[in-house]
């Protein structure tokens, strides 16, 4: 089970556009089920190396539907959209 910062709660609202409650499931659930940065591929890969870089205290990104949630160990610390440019391609490894 992951904590949710202030900062991520405001974002998940803002960004995936979820009610105060279903903010803990979806951090939950991006944990759990989200691709890692090992299982990307190609410019996607390039991409999440960009945010592990800009996110010093991120240390743990997980893509889940069209955002990428930047965990600290299992502390929810923020949530970005993906670039469309990725959506709906494949970039995970089989």
């Given at each position: 089970?992951?904590?949710?910062?202030?900062?991520?709660?405001?974002?998940i609202?803002?960004?995936c556009?979820?009610?105060?409650?279903?903010?803990?499931?979806?951090?939950?659930?991006?944990?759990?089920d989200?691709?890692?940065?090992?299982?990307?591929?190609g410019?996607l890969?390039?991409?999440v190396?960009?945010?592990?870089?800009?996110?010093?205290n991120g240390?743990?990104?997980?893509?889940?539907?069209?955002?990428?949630?930047?965990?600290h160990?299992?502390?929810?610390?923020t949530v970005?959209?993906?670039?469309?440019?990725?959506?709906?391609?494949?970039?995970?490894?089989?």
């Open positions: 089970m992951s904590s949710v910062t202030k900062h991520a709660r405001k974002r609202r803002e960004r556009g979820l009610p105060k409650k279903a903010v803990q499931r979806m951090a939950d659930k991006a944990l759990v989200g691709i890692r940065h090992k299982d990307t591929v410019a890969h390039k991409w190396d960009g945010l592990f870089l800009q996110a010093r240390n743990n990104i997980r893509l889940y539907g069209n955002h990428a949630f930047i965990f160990d299992e502390i929810l610390i970005i959209n993906i670039p469309m440019r990725f959506v709906g391609k494949e970039y995970v490894r089989k």
